[in-house]
């Protein structure tokens, strides 16, 4: 079966900065990396250094979704505007260093997917090698690095320390679609004949694709948590199996509609993955609920009553 695009983090600047302090500090030793605050006089292109090792980094966050193209031209985009200010503030840079030569800075984004970024850094590298600059290494050397660059227990305390978790997911695509229908005919059975008490015969093939999208969607969100917050994959995991206990033990709830059974269990479902993992966003909550109450349908627990 083939599933949707993967999720992906999405980012406000502060929290990514925090994210990569603790990341920062998983990789040179908590005591060995110093943050430069921006709001007096600017941050010299530079948010975290570490003297020890002679390296400096600057965090960057698209606003995320972007195509890769996109997400390539701003991350370049950056690295040219931060480096410049590296230069302007050498003298600066060379006090805070001790005098050492910076031998690595370093763009720490969320997502980095194609190489015109590194080709980029490469040129930056060679344009910074010539400028001969007392406050760089001979070698000095720029580079971009993502959260798979850290080990996983490291992404994965950083991200539990997250007020808030936001994951963007994609529309599947048609063929997406199709070519999960065409490896699903039992589950798709399933659906129709449900959902054609819900909406009736005319408009059930419509009600059937949404939950199918949903269905797909929901997954990559679950995949997304299992992989880069599992203590808050399981949180949320631990709430949907509760809720599908209770709905195979006592039925479902709402009243004697397909309507009113789908806004209670919506509701009570939501309800339960924001109580169990408070820092998963409510619109990320909806999606995992969307897309599991699919599944009951699609698998069972979950049935309406016939239509009088």
Wanted: hydrophobic share 45%; with cysteine; glycine share 6%.
């Amino acid at each position: 079966m083939q599933e949707v695009t993967s999720a992906i983090q999405v980012w406000n600047p502060d929290d990514w900065e925090l994210f990569s302090f603790s990341l920062l500090q998983y990789r040179h030793g908590p005591l060995n990396v110093q943050r430069i605050p921006a709001a007096h006089k600017g941050d010299y292109g530079i948010d975290y250094y570490c003297t020890k090792d002679a390296v400096a980094y600057q965090c960057y966050s698209v606003e995320e979704p972007v195509d890769i193209a996109m997400r390539a031209e701003r991350q370049k985009r950056k690295i040219t505007t931060d480096l410049a200010k590296v230069i302007v503030n050498h003298l600066e840079i060379a006090k805070l260093f001790l005098g050492t030569p910076i031998k690595h800075w370093i763009l720490l984004a969320p997502l980095h997917d194609s190489k015109e970024v590194n080709l980029h850094c490469a040129k930056k590298t060679g344009d910074l090698r010539k400028e001969k600059c007392c406050a760089l290494d001979a070698l000095f050397e720029v580079a971009i690095h993502d959260a798979s660059a850290f080990p996983a227990d490291a992404v994965s305390a950083g991200m539990s320390a997250l007020s808030t978790v936001k994951l963007a997911i994609p529309h599947p695509s048609q063929d997406e679609l199709d070519s999960w229908a065409a490896g699903s005919s039992d589950l798709l059975a399933n659906a129709t004949l449900k959902l054609k008490k819900r909406v009736g015969p005319h408009q059930v093939h419509g009600a059937v694709a949404e939950s199918i999208k949903s269905f797909l969607q929901g997954n990559a969100l679950l995949d997304a948590l299992r992989t880069g917050s599992p203590d808050l994959h399981d949180k949320v995991m631990s709430a949907i199996k509760s809720r599908a206990r209770r709905l195979q033990f006592a039925g479902p709830q709402g009243g004697s509609t397909a309507g009113a059974i789908l806004h209670a269990e919506l509701d009570s479902l939501i309800a339960a993955l924001l109580a169990a993992a408070p820092s998963l966003s409510a619109e990320n909550a909806e999606q995992i609920a969307y897309g599991s109450i699919s599944e009951w349908i699609m698998r069972c627990p979950l049935d309406f009553p016939d239509v009088q």
